[in-house]
């Protein structure tokens, strides 16, 4: 099976913009959760979606968000983009079963903010 | 909530040697996984093994092997003939019924040395 795949792999912007990542997950997976990585904070958990709904969520500002579509394909969006934004974003699909299962990582999005 | 937590920050270690990387962590969960990431400077997060805490025996997966000690709610890696390629960094992560949500701890460094 092909893995998690994540476009674009780089992105710069500049602050006050906005910006679009996409995630597609393994096949047959139904949840993808996106998650900020930066050298400071670490790995943080922003949200998960499962069958097109945010099933979890982060401690995030509303400038974040995401969806989902019915193919599981998921996008996360950032509005009114700050320097502070600049990180590695990571997302992880697995089945979606309720309990705990593996989540398996796409190559991230390094999104730069000058 | 729950807490991971790696006390080393960086460890090095000479080929074909013997490495033990540390994970602790805190939960009132009694169902949940464990497990180890590997990010190499390309960036990808690869699973290296896997443990469920309802299994008494310890996962190995080749050079790869854990310690999972459940009282103590602790879970190091042990990593036997050291490669140049298993320079990276490791992350521990927890995994419970917190749907889509994987906590991590702030990773270790490891550097084998030819």
């Known amino acids: 099976k092909a893995g998690v795949t994540q476009t674009p792999r780089y992105l710069i912007k500049t602050r006050g913009q906005q910006v679009t990542l996409s995630c597609s997950p393994i096949?047959?997976?139904?949840?993808v959760s996106w998650y900020q990585q930066t050298p400071g904070q670490g790995l943080q958990f922003l949200f998960e979606y499962f069958s097109e709904t945010q099933r979890n969520k982060g401690n995030f500002p509303g400038r974040f968000s995401g969806r989902q579509f019915s193919n599981s394909r998921s996008e996360m969006n950032v509005s009114t983009l700050e320097l502070g934004d600049s990180a590695l974003y990571l997302c992880?699909?697995?089945?979606?079963?309720?309990?705990?299962?593996?989540?398996?990582f796409g190559p991230g999005t390094r999104l730069l903010v000058l | 909530a729950q807490t991971v937590t790696q006390s080393q920050p960086e460890m090095s270690v000479q080929e074909a040697e013997t490495v033990t990387l540390s994970c602790t962590y805190d939960t009132s969960e009694n169902n949940y996984y464990l497990f180890w990431y590997k990010q190499p400077p390309s960036r990808q997060m690869i699973l290296v093994i896997r443990?469920?805490?309802?299994?008494?025996q310890n996962a190995t997966e080749n050079r790869f092997s854990v310690n999972f000690q459940k009282a103590a709610k602790s879970f190091s890696l042990k990593i036997s003939d050291s490669q140049l390629g298993d320079t990276a960094m490791y992350f521990c992560?927890?995994?419970?019924?917190?749907?889509?949500?994987?906590?991590f701890g702030d990773g270790t460094t490891l550097t084998v040395k030819p």
């Open positions: 096949s047959g997976h139904r949840s």
């Open positions: 992560a927890f995994k419970g019924a917190n749907a889509g949500k994987s906590t």
């Open positions: 443990q469920e805490a309802y299994k008494q």
């Open positions: 992880a699909s697995s089945l979606g079963r309720v309990g705990p299962e593996t989540q398996y």
